[in-house]
């Protein structure tokens, strides 16, 4: 018979386990919740904490309010008391029951003065003095820090101790104001003012620790915003606690969420720097060694190329000797090779002489002249001979071989040539060329012909 094994079944929370992981999870959801209801089930014990129930008409919830924050309520409240209160969602492990840290507690009233944060951020953000742009960065090393609180404050005293802790070289002025109350507004306008007249600081810490809303409303009101916008020198916002938010945090250059974290940020831990300059000494140091033993290798190396001046003169002599003897043969050289370019140049000057040219042209000439002479006898003979031919033909047509045949040319003093009878009349004087000579006569009738062929006389 085979043993069968049972399924592993998974691992079971202890109740304890259980209410760790919602108590996790609840503060890790709900890292601050504002909520207003009816105070009921008020209870002080001997330990100074307080215990209520908040409702309203459908529902509540359980609180507790430790000593550390319940001695900032101004009014201890009474039952059935509308109030308005800020914490942290939690759960008591010991009986699983979910309920609210609260940390500040204020009459149900002061609502308005949420409403009134409200409006004013959402109308300073329309005016843009929220913008990124807007923001100045910060000084890497403060040369001197301005810090607007109060002077009796517990924000004074953490940003001197963190100061003195990370940079105790950086100057400090305390620009002392109230931070909380009616006048406190007005003052802390007064001390942003006076820090930029003295023109010391170079950046600037306002703030206060932490409190009620209404503890830390002057920073919530719009002049103190506004001197802020409007001050040359960069700011930081150091109000209350991380979870408490002002005006003044979004129009600050730079928000820290308590005065502590605003010194952390502005002053440079000295001892990194230290750490960082002994690193850096390291570097140099070992940089240095290297640097001196590589020119150590290059001074021995130079060293040891270093010979006496009296070897180099030597071997510059012997050079000077060498140069001297190669100079003395380049010199033969050319003169040989100008020599015979001399001999050649004379040669040609010599093939070049006017008197051998003027012969050579003077016999040239004689040569020309003979067959010039001969060229014109040619072409006198050849161009008589073409006149006779010419003018053989020429006589053949012309009319006076005809006037040699027993013709002749009637003229008269008007008209060269009587080629019909009709053209004359007796009585006209007429001239008759003959083959030799002319006779000059008289018309005594003339006897012109018809189309017919007959003639008649006058």
Not at 112 to 129: I, P, S, T
Not at 171 to 198: C, F, K, M, W
Not at 344 to 368: A, F, I, M, N, Y
Not at 373 to 392: P, S, Y
Request: hydrophobic share 35%; proline share 5%.
């Amino acid at each position: 018979m085979i043993n069968e094994r049972p399924p592993q079944q998974p691992r079971a929370l202890s109740v304890s386990e259980l209410n760790q992981q919602v108590r996790h999870l609840l503060e890790v959801s709900f890292l601050q919740v504002w909520v207003e209801g009816e105070l009921s089930g008020f209870a002080r014990p001997k330990s100074g904490h307080w215990y209520f129930t908040l409702k309203d008409s459908r529902a509540q919830v359980s609180c507790a309010m430790f000593r550390g924050h319940n001695q900032k309520v101004r009014q201890i409240p009474a039952e059935g008391d509308q109030v308005l209160i800020r914490g942290k969602v939690s759960l008591y492990q010991p009986r699983g029951n979910y309920q609210i840290i609260v940390e500040s507690m204020e009459p149900a009233g002061l609502g308005a003065l949420q409403q009134a944060f409200e409006a004013l951020r959402a109308r300073l953000q329309d005016e843009g003095l929220f913008n990124a742009d807007r923001k100045r960065a910060l000084p890497t090393l403060p040369r001197h820090i301005g810090v607007v609180t109060s002077r009796s404050g517990a924000a004074i005293h953490d940003i001197l101790t963190v100061l003195k802790r990370r940079c105790p070289g950086i100057p400090i002025t305390l620009y002392p104001t109230s931070v909380q109350g009616d006048n406190a507004a007005g003052e802390i306008v007064q001390a942003i003012d006076l820090a930029v007249r003295h023109g010391q600081a170079d950046v600037l810490i306002i703030g206060r620790g932490g409190g009620s809303l209404e503890d830390l409303w002057p920073f919530n009101e719009e002049v103190v915003a506004r001197a802020m916008a409007n001050c040359p020198i960069p700011t930081v916002s150091a109000v209350g606690h991380e979870v408490d938010v002002s005006i003044a945090d979004f129009v600050a250059d730079h928000r820290a969420p308590t005065p502590s974290a605003a010194a952390e940020h502005l002053a440079p831990d000295q001892q990194r720097w230290q750490q960082t300059l002994q690193h850096q000494t390291a570097r140099l140091n070992a940089l240095m060694q290297r640097q001196l033993r590589q020119w150590r290798q290059r001074l021995d190396q130079l060293a040891g190329r270093l010979r006496h001046p009296r070897r180099d003169l030597q071997l510059w002599q012997q050079r000077l000797d060498e140069l001297e003897s190669r100079l003395s043969g380049q010199m033969q050289s050319r003169l040989r090779q100008h020599r015979e370019r001399l001999d050649q140049h004379q040669r040609r000057l010599h093939g070049q002489s006017p008197d051998q040219r003027l012969k050579e042209r003077t016999q040239q000439l004689s040569q020309l002249r003979d067959r010039l002479g001969r060229e014109v006898n040619r072409q006198l003979q050849q161009q008589q001979a073409r006149l006779q031919h010419t003018a053989e033909n020429l006589h053949l047509v012309s009319p006076l071989a005809t006037l040699e045949r027993g013709y002749a040319i009637v003229s008269t003093a008007e008209k060269p040539v009587i080629r019909d009878a009709a053209a004359l009349a007796p009585g006209d004087a007429i001239q008759a060329r003959l083959g030799k000579g002319h006779i000059d006569a008289t018309v005594s009738a003339s006897h012109p012909e018809n189309d017919s062929g007959d003639s008649s006389g006058t």
